[in-house]
């Protein structure tokens, strides 16, 4: 019998062209692994894991990316201009100052343009569900509505997370605040988002989180969740690793 190849429905929408790739972090919960590495170059499931992230843009047809360095920067840059295969990249460079996650997009906003853009966190690791997770994602997006779309995970389902929760969400998919101190939010955010270019604005000087650009984006009713359908891996330390490949081993 002839086993029938797997036809994955579209969920329609369009891909932004354009990704932002956060890979400038210190790793501090990933040492001794990141003591002559950058995070984004751990390998976990064969790969290093800013690899799987660059398999899923090339999935999605995504055609530029920027990454942001800071720690080893010249070895994550070699890295990634090696490996980019298809996907132009530039860099954002933070080797002067760590800027945090607001800040990042803030000193790479000139090379994002002025369209909805990709940002995903470098040491992401999921599997898509039913369909591909960024077109999913992408379908969702309505530029009239939001200036930002998270990609969230139930907590029940955050394998490997350590934390509480981030966000709570509305029926009709708006989220409605972050977590309150004590108390457990029912969904944590992936790391993939889509935000579109007119938030980062009346930022702060120096290193901050994205949460101010949130925080302003949920007080205005503009920041939405999408859940994800499939997998997704918190691989923040290394003890995670071989809990993640076993689980990814296991089906």
Known sequence: MTRQRMIRPDPGGTVPETAMVMAAGLGKRMRPLTATRPKPLVVVAGKPLIDHVFDRLRAAQVKRAVVNVHYLADALEAHVASQADGIAVAFSDERAALMETGGGLVKARALLGDAPVLVINSDNLWIDGPVDTLRLLASRWDDATMDALLLLVPYARAHNHKGQGDFNLAPDGRITGRRVAGRTAPFVYSGVQIVHPR??????????????????????????G?????????????????RTEAMLADG
Not at 199 to 224: H, K, M, Q, V
């Open 226 to 242: 999408q859940v994800h359908q499939g997998l997704w891996f918190d691989v923040g330390t290394p003890a995670a690793i071989p």
């Open 199 to 224: 938030l980062i604005a009346d930022w702060p000087e120096g290193p901050f989180s994205t949460n101010i650009f949130w925080d302003r984006a949920i007080a205005e009713g503009r920041a939405y």
